[in-house]
């Protein structure tokens, strides 16, 4: 049986590596070389990762892997507390400045609909936000900085972190925070897949690239009765349904249109027979909100809105309102930092403009603390869109050797930039 730490062998691994793109620049001390032979073996890793994902928080085969891939290339990684992440730094000069490169290592809860020899082997959880491309870039980055470090060419020091637990809440980069993962940190960066770019684009943005997320589950409770007297008892079921078609609009009309505040339920549970009226009902979703001030002011509205609709009905409402992650909001010294790595790894027709996304990332927790940025890594692949989370996303595995490029040359200018 093949488990997380041996690594398959044999079979064609992915398409053809490009060729280096028009005004891009070699990597350092022959590093082209080295990736190149790199190249299969991160490819490999990528698609045993896939093969084998785990859940967030659960993720102690894959932080193993990582673990044992970084001690044979000569580095010291260590397990965070529980296991289920690895931290590992490259020491170069001792008195330069450190930066940090983040992965995240985690699946989700879905299950893998493609026909591929590396489809996933463990029922309902997958790859599908590309978390296996960012750990195999990031393993490959190790590979080739902790050679520039033996050749006493590093001028500072680079934190890898392997992160568990993006998917959920509470999140993982807390843990990491909290397991002194930013100490002595003075820029960190870090790669998101995005399926709408080709292979060797890289979409930058200044200011907030993503949205908050939050979670909010609502709890309904009632007497429960009969379908023929709903007079004589609280309708759950239409309870259900008011909070469900009117909560999102009533709050939309709360706050500031360009604040982008959305609230959709993706979970909406009450009864089992069509002749009784239920005692309990819930439903759960995700609040999204573009900028900071009204992520501030989103659990109060909420719970205003919510308490309003629901009086009339007579239902007992319980609300939980579990806060999640603030916007990643990018700097500019940052960004600037990944545009020139961008144009010299890639050339300048990689550096690509992208818009803000209403997705949530738990990076974010990293930037308030330290300033820093997230790229979007193209890694569309010819034919229909696999969009992020669905069961049938997959890459274009070229992209691993072109992200191993980019953060390589970023962490070789952010180091330079913070002499």
Not at 215 to 234: E, I, K, M, S, W
């Amino acid at each position: 049986m093949t488990s997380a730490l041996t690594l398959p062998s044999g079979g064609p691994l992915a398409s053809s590596r490009p060729e280096a793109p028009t005004g891009s620049q070699p990597l350092p001390f022959e590093l082209d070389h080295l990736l190149a032979l790199r190249v299969p073996g991160l490819i490999a890793t990528r698609r045993h990762i896939h093969s084998h994902p785990e859940l967030s928080g659960e993720e102690f085969e894959t932080a193993a892997l990582v673990h044992r891939e970084l001690s044979l290339a000569g580095l010291s990684p260590r397990l965070l507390p529980k296991g289920n992440g690895v931290i590992c730094d490259i020491d170069g000069r001792p008195d330069g400045p450190v930066v940090a490169l983040r992965a995240d290592i985690d699946a989700l809860p879905l299950s893998d609909s493609k026909d591929v020899p590396y489809r996933s082997t463990v029922d309902g959880v997958c790859h599908a936000c590309g978390h296996d491309v960012h750990t195999a870039v990031l393993l490959g980055v190790g590979m080739l900085l902790a050679q520039l470090a033996d050749l006493g060419e590093l001028d500072g020091r680079v934190r890898l972190i392997f992160q568990p637990a993006e998917e959920i809440l509470p999140c993982g980069s807390l843990e990491v925070i909290e397991a002194g993962g930013l100490d002595d940190v003075v820029q960190i960066f870090a790669l998101h897949c995005d399926p709408n770019l080709p292979v060797g684009k890289v979409g930058l943005r200044v200011g907030p690239i993503t949205a908050a997320a939050d979670n909010v589950t609502v709890r309904l409770t009632g007497p429960g009765g009969h379908t023929a007297r709903p007079h004589l008892t609280v309708d759950l079921v239409d309870a259900l349904g008011r909070l469900v078609t009117e909560v999102p609009t009533l709050i939309s009309r709360r706050v500031p249109a360009n604040s982008g505040l959305l609230l959709v339920f993706g979970h909406a549970s009450a009864g089992t027979r069509y002749n009784v009226i239920p005692s309990e009902a819930s439903a759960a979703g995700t609040l999204r909100v573009m900028d900071r001030e009204t992520w501030e002011q989103a659990p109060k509205i909420v719970a205003q809105v919510v308490r309003d609709v629901l009086a009339p009905t007579g239902a007992t409402v319980d609300l939980e309102y579990l806060r999640g992650r603030p916007p990643v909001t990018n700097d500019a010294g940052a960004i600037g930092v990944l545009t020139a790595a961008t144009a010299s790894a890639l050339g300048p027709e990689g550096i690509a403009e992208t818009p803000q996304s209403m997705g949530g990332e738990d990076f974010s927790w990293y930037l308030e603390h330290v300033p820093g940025a997230l790229a979007r890594l193209g890694v569309g692949r010819n034919g229909p869109n696999m969009d992020l989370h669905r069961a049938s996303f997959d890459v274009d595995e070229r992209a691993i050797e072109a992200g191993v490029r980019l953060m390589v040359q970023t962490a070789l200018r952010a180091l330079a930039a913070a002499r």
